[in-house]
């Protein structure tokens, strides 16, 4: 249950902003709520019937939009005069108290511990979400989950989200992906005449929780005055003990321009990573679908799929129903090895289409003339160290690997020297014209190849 006058003021603060101050003043602030009609229809009751016209005539939709966004979409209103309420009164026993609001899950229900697959490759980060979503602000804070892409950082952020709803409904908790809470800071900058009043609402929305998720923190990256704002955000739940958790598709130290200070409190909690799954995980994560969708699959075409799908889960997800929707069309009760291998067979086709860090190296040496052990390997002659640099270059530009990874297809190297290499090619382009065709020369064949 939630009062109704505390959420009236929500839609007051709200309509604030929209209107100017004159009708601020005039007609909005002075709208008493009077009856929860059927507990569906708010009764407004404006200072006389000019007032009424002028609310109904001007202000209606941002009425509507402001309730909306605080009462629910199910909540209606309707205005009525001073006059008009005595009528009313006659009429109707009002309840002007009290409200149950049926809030969306904001969560994804699908996403949920009891639907999430736990092997050798996310044990960790599986105990280490359950223990926050338990116990949030006392152990792990924050909480830095890494992992590559479709590997279940957003599945694991949504699980600790339905299970802190179910179990510790009264806490307030919210999860934005790095993008929304970048146009949330923007908008809060927007109106100059509001600015104050709207950063005070960005950094109340913000700060007034106990469980704060960002969701691929790493695009904050570039973005100078969202990271000062997070900052400022992060410190002020983190003295209060609230929890933060973090999902990036890299660990902190590769997240190229973030502020040291960022980096820091990222790393002062615990940062876990979640690693590509084992054959026996991508089995059990396929099956766990299978009966999630209740999809009529031979046991085969499973293994068909783990076997063929590297690490991305939900690559591997898109193929098992793409393999059933295939089965289904041709009119038949199960899926089989046969279906699986006819939907591969165009999916290799697609794939071709795509631009691979092997395709880059393979047409480097070619174009260089040299192997791919040299590539790859320690030799550090003039003639190898160029084309490593433009490979290194290349796949980072075309891209979007995690550093750790492209240092791995180069012999395990560090990070800096990839970050070396790749600024090094970045500044010669500038101003070294030969540079500057082997580079365009590179891309083209790449291009031309896919
Ligand atoms: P990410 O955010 O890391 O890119 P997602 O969380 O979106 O990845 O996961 C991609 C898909 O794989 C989702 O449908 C998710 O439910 C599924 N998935 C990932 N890991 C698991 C797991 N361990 N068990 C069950 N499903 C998983
Ligand atoms: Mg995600």
Request: with cysteine; proline share 2%; net charge negative.
């Given at each position: ?271 876990q990573d979640i690693q590509a799954p084992d054959f026996e ?89 040299t192997s791919e052990a040299e590539l790859t390997g320690k ?72």
């Amino acid at each position: 249950m939630q009062d109704i006058q505390i959420l009236w003021e929500k839609v007051l603060e709200k309509m604030e902003l929209l209107v100017t101050v004159v009708s601020f003043d005039l007609w909005i602030k002075t709208i008493e709520v009077l009856d929860l009609k059927d507990d569906k229809t708010l009764v407004l009751v404006a200072t006389s019937s000019f007032a009424k016209n002028q609310l109904v005539k001007n202000h209606s939709n941002q009425i509507a939009e402001c309730i909306e966004q605080v009462f629910g979409s199910e909540i209606d209103f309707e205005i009525i005069d001073k006059a008009e309420k005595e009528e009313y009164l006659k009429l109707h026993k009002v309840n002007n108290n009290e409200i149950e609001i049926k809030t969306e899950n904001p969560f994804n229900e699908k996403y949920t511990f009891d639907n999430f697959v736990v092997g050798k490759s996310n044990q960790f980060v599986y105990a280490a979400a359950r223990s926050v979503a338990e116990t949030p602000g006392e152990k792990f804070n924050p909480l830095f989950i890494y992992g590559g892409v479709g590997l279940g950082k957003t599945h694991i952020l949504n699980a600790i989200g339905n299970f802190v709803r179910q179990h510790h409904p009264e806490k307030k908790i919210m999860y934005v992906t790095c993008e929304s809470f970048t146009n949330d800071y923007i908008e809060s900058l927007g109106v100059s005449k509001e600015k104050e009043k709207a950063t005070s609402r960005f950094r109340e929305k913000y700060r007034n929780l106990d469980i704060l998720m960002v969701d691929d923190i790493q695009f904050i990256s570039n973005k100078t005055s969202t990271q000062e704002e997070f900052f400022h955000t992060f410190n002020e739940l983190y003295q209060k003990n609230k929890q933060i958790i973090l999902s990036s598709d890299r660990p902190p130290k590769e997240i190229s321009t973030l502020e040291d200070r960022l980096r820091s409190r990222f790393a002062s909690g615990l940062i876990q990573d979640i690693q590509a799954p084992d054959f026996e995980t991508k089995i059990a994560i396929l099956k766990k679908k299978v009966s999630q969708e209740k999809y009529n699959i031979d046991e085969e075409v499973l293994t068909f799929i783990a076997e063929r799908v590297n690490t991305n889960i939900r690559e591997m997800e898109g193929l098992l129903s793409k393999v059933y929707f295939y089965a289904t069309l041709l009119g038949k009760k199960c899926a089989t090895l046969d279906d699986a291998k006819n939907v591969f067979k165009d999916e290799q086709v697609t794939q071709k289409e795509q631009i691979s860090p092997e395709k880059i190296i393979s047409t480097v040496c070619s174009y260089y003339g040299t192997s791919e052990a040299e590539l790859t390997g320690k030799k550090r002659s003039k003639e190898i160290v160029e084309p490593r640099m433009i490979a290194i270059y290349l796949i980072n530009e075309l891209l979007d690997l995690p550093l750790i990874t492209t240092g791995k297809l180069f012999g395990g190297r560090d990070h800096t020297t990839i970050i070396h290499a790749r600024d090094k090619i970045y500044e010669q382009l500038k101003t070294n014209n030969k540079i500057r065709t082997i580079v365009s020369e590179i891309k083209n064949q790449i291009s031309s190849n896919c």
